[in-house]
Structures are given as C-alpha cells and as structure tokens.
C-alpha cells in the first residue's frame, strides 16, 4: 500500500490555505503513526521544489486522499480521471452538493459539512509549533532626503530577509485612517497593536519609537545613505540601528533579530527636554 495524499494545495490553480496545509499535516501524521508508506503531492506555485501531481504516476499508489476543502468543479474531476485505478477516499471536506461527480467519483467520503452533517476541521489535529510575530513598518518614499534615500533598494533587501524567515509576519502602517478598517484610528490602537508583536522590523522612524514604547525591541533599518532621522533617533534612544550601506548583510539582520528575540533590553520611556524648553519659551512670551 501506498498513499498520495493531496487536496486544494495540490492543485496548479488551488490555493493553499493555513487550515488546508494543517489538515494535511494532520492526515500525514496519521498515516506516519500508522506504519503507512504516503506522499503528499503539492502545488508548484506553493513548494516549486516538492512532489507535484504530474509528478505521481497513478501506478505508483494504490490510495488517493484528497483532503480538506469543497469538492467540486474540474480539477477534483481530472483527479479522479487520472487516478481512476486508485482507490480514491476524501476527508475533512466540504459536500455543497452530493450528486456532484466530483463528490460520486470518491469510493469513501468522510465530510466535515454537507448532508446536514458537521464534524471538528481536521486542522484541529494538526501539531503546530509557536514562531516569532514580527511587525513590519516600512517608510514611504521622503523626498526630503534627494538621492541620498535608499529606500527602493534597502526595502527590497529587507522585505527579501523577512520572507525569508520562519516567523509571522504583519505588516503595520502608523498612519492612522477613520474610513479604512485594515488601519488604526486611534494612536492608542496602534500602540496596543505593536504591543503584541514579539519583535518589530522598521525602516520609520515612529516604527522605531512607538516599538519601543510598548516595550517591543527594534530591528531599526536607516533607509538613508550616511544616516537619517531613524539614526539620529536611534541615537538619542540608545538604540541601535543598521546602516542602509549594511541592509543587504543578512547576517547582520539575523544577529540583530535574534538579540531582539533574546533580551528585555528595551529602554524605559525617556524625558523629552524640547517639552519643558517649550513650555518655557511660552511661558516667557505671556
């Protein structure tokens, strides 16, 4: 007996959803567990390197899973043509309708929804495993600084080592909107929002700041040649920064996030002299 496990996140145009991977992790750890031999066949545009379904010759499996997802239109279809041999089973999927010959072509259906019936999503049996939230706050273009903004180039280098990495990633925007519900309204939201990142990655300067005002470390990038405002501040923080001449240095980025991942070192709120000094200067002017 062998097994080729697949489902939407197979398909050349599926998609490959959290829940759909997760109820293939699930079903993959249950056959392991079981002592049988499986493969689980991907889509090229989700792993380009792993095993796609052109890939698995139906003579090569007795078994086909399809798991997770609705089943009907032609891609389930064509999944039954080609492995018409195969003993063809599906489960933790959705039946809109059961007459579909996407659904008849199954000799063994185990649905989560359709029939009147519901049962538990197989991504709840799937074992996951806890990675660092990074939120990500990247500056728009500043004119103000001419040629000497790198921000193209360094956004490139930076978005490039985050995808890289094992993490979650969320991208954040400090500019705040009333009409837009994927933004903040409130400065507090915000705050409240960074406040539940593990670690923060910025090329802004309030990126920078407002991180560190909820106690969140900073992996500060200047996207500045020779240094910006985010160094200067960076600066008057104690903090440290990377260099725009430095952003492509992934070994740098990764030092710098694991001391981020790794310390409590965040700074405590600092005074800020300019406030007293324009109370002052408005004092003096009654």
Known sequence: MRVLLTGWAGFLHGEATAGDVLSLRAAGAALTAAGIDHHVAWSPRFRPGARHLPGAPPEDYTHVVFVCGPLHGPQVRALHERYAACRRI???????????????????????DGGGTAEPDLSLAAAVSRVPVLGVVLASHQPEYGGAGRHDEVHDVLTGWVAALDCARVPLDTRLAHEDWQRCATPDQFVSLVSTMDAMVTTRLHGLVLGLKAGVPVVAVDPVA?????????????????????????????????????????????????????VDELAGSR
């Not at 599906?90 to 989560?112: E, K, N, W």
């Not at 200067?232 to 920064?241: C, M, T």
């Open 90 to 112: 599906a489960i933790g999927v959705s039946v809109p309708d059961p007459g579909d010959p996407a659904v008849t072509g199954f000799h063994r259906v185990f649905p989560r």
């Open 226 to 278: 020779g240094g910006g405002k985010v160094t200067a501040q960076a600066g008057a923080l104690g903090w440290p920064v990377v260099a725009a001449e430095d952003a492509g240095d992934s070994a740098l980025l990764d030092a710098r996030l694991k001391w981020c991942l790794s310390t409590a070192a965040v700074p405590s709120a600092p005074s800020v002299p300019s406030l007293a000094g324009l």
